[in-house]
Nanobody, 113 residues
Framework: QVQLVESGGGLVQPGGSLRLSCAASGFTFSSYTMTWYRQVPGKERELVASIRSGGNTNYADSVKGRFTISRDNAKKTVYLQMNSLKPEDTAVYYC???????WGQGTQVTVSS
């Protein structure tokens, strides 16, 4: 079955960096768009970034120029490099594939001094 497993979250100071990973299994990873979302308690999930099978990317305005999404099809993994982190980036980050409507368990990112 489709499985997505996120890792790489943690506590970081403002201005710092983190790299999230999402390891996929159970489907032909290279053929599908992969997306990162984030959610703060009490708010709806927000699309952060997506990457198509061909490598085209899309970002939320709030993270443009700071975050970079990438994929390694050989490793069936999608990454989210987050630089210049701000306290408002604090959230649980989820990996998602639309075609299978499948979510990972999420990884907590906390940006605080």
């Amino acid at each position: 079955q489709v499985q997505l497993v996120e890792s790489g979250g943690g506590l970081v100071q403002p201005g710092g960096s983190l790299r999230l990973s999402c390891a996929a299994s159970g489907f032909t990873f290279s053929s599908y768009t992969m997306t990162w979302y984030r959610q703060v308690p009490g708010k709806e999930r927000e699309l952060v970034a997506s990457i198509r099978s061909g490598g085209n990317t899309n970002y939320a305005d709030s993270v443009k120029g700071r975050f970079t999404i990438s994929r390694d099809n050989a490793k069936k993994t999608v990454y989210l490099q987050m630089n210049s982190l701000k306290p408002e980036d604090t959230a649980v980050y989820y990996c998602y594939t639309l075609q299978f409507n499948s979510w990972g368990q999420g990884t907590q990112v906390t940006v605080s001094s």
